[in-house]
T-cell receptor, first 113, second 117 residues
Framework: QKEVEQDPGPLSVPEGAIVSLNCTYS??????FMWYRQYSRKGPELLMYTYSSGNKEDGRFTAQVDKSSKYISLFIRDSQPSDSATYLCAMGLVGGATNKLIFGTGTLLAVQP | GAVVSQHPSRVICKSGTSVKIECRSLDFQATTMFWYRQFPKQSLMLMAT?????????EQGVEKDKFLINHASLTLSTLTVTSAHPEDSSFYIC?????????????FGPGTRLTVL
């Protein structure tokens, strides 16, 4: 079983839709969680990070963490064609010896105008 | 802030040659940098963790003699692909960890596309 599972998609939605992107994980020791956005042929861009269960909002983006279920989500409101990209979840340990992040496989999102 | 650059952005080389890729943190210090490779439509695969002033830590299955990493300063890490072969063609991405960051935030470079003929 992979440490982090993410539906690869592709996910196609109409402009203006609410998008829900999800990851599950198996290691209950993970303490912080991040979402990255990657456009084609570009490096990933950090969108949001959080360490506690609950919701964190930033503009049209909301990151949700449920540590009891080992489940994290990223919601995008009023989706735009410019949101079309691959979204990667990542998680790690505070003070972990290697400081490395564990990434999901990424979900390809296409927002149709 | 937190900008990471990579050079070159694209390189085409002949089989058997060596290629060096630079990763720089432009506006912050990074004691730790990471090197990933990414095949088309696949996720990031961590190759190695690069620590300033010490030897890199390689992930299982990554040949350290083939992928040489040098992290000579707090703002520069280099990856050298030695004796490159067509199967080494890939998208190589580096990231830099913000020193003192609580959550180990990593900021990524724009990537280097390597094509080995």
């Amino acid at each position: 079983q992979k440490e982090v599972e993410q539906d690869p998609g592709p996910l196609s939605v109409p402009e203006g839709a609410i998008v829900s992107l999800n990851c599950t994980y198996s290691n209950s020791a993970f303490q912080y969680f991040m979402w990255y956005r990657q456009y084609s042929r570009k490096g990933p861009e950090l969108l949001m990070y959080t360490y506690s269960s609950g919701n964190k909002e930033d503009g049209r983006f909301t990151a949700q963490v449920d540590k009891s279920s080992k489940y994290i989500s990223l919601f995008i409101r009023d989706s735009q064609p410019s949101d079309s990209a691959t979204y990667l979840c990542a998680m790690g340990l505070v003070g972990g010896a290697t400081n490395k992040l564990i990434f999901g496989t990424g979900t390809l999102l296409a927002v149709q105008p | 802030g937190a900008v990471v650059s990579q050079h070159p952005s694209r390189v085409i080389c002949k089989s058997g040659t060596s290629v060096k890729i630079e990763c720089r943190s432009l506006d912050f210090q990074a004691t730790t940098m990471f090197w990933y490779r990414q095949f088309p439509k696949q996720s990031l695969m961590l190759m190695a963790t690069s620590n300033e002033g010490s030897k890199a830590t390689y992930e299982q299955g990554v040949e350290k003699d083939k992928f040489l990493i040098n992290h000579a300063s707090l703002t520069l890490s280099t990856l050298t692909v030695t004796s490159a072969h067509p199967e080494d063609s890939s998208f190589y991405i580096c990231s830099a960890r913000l020193s003192g960051g609580v959550y180990n935030e990593q900021f990524f470079g724009p990537g280097t596309r390597l094509t080995v003929l």
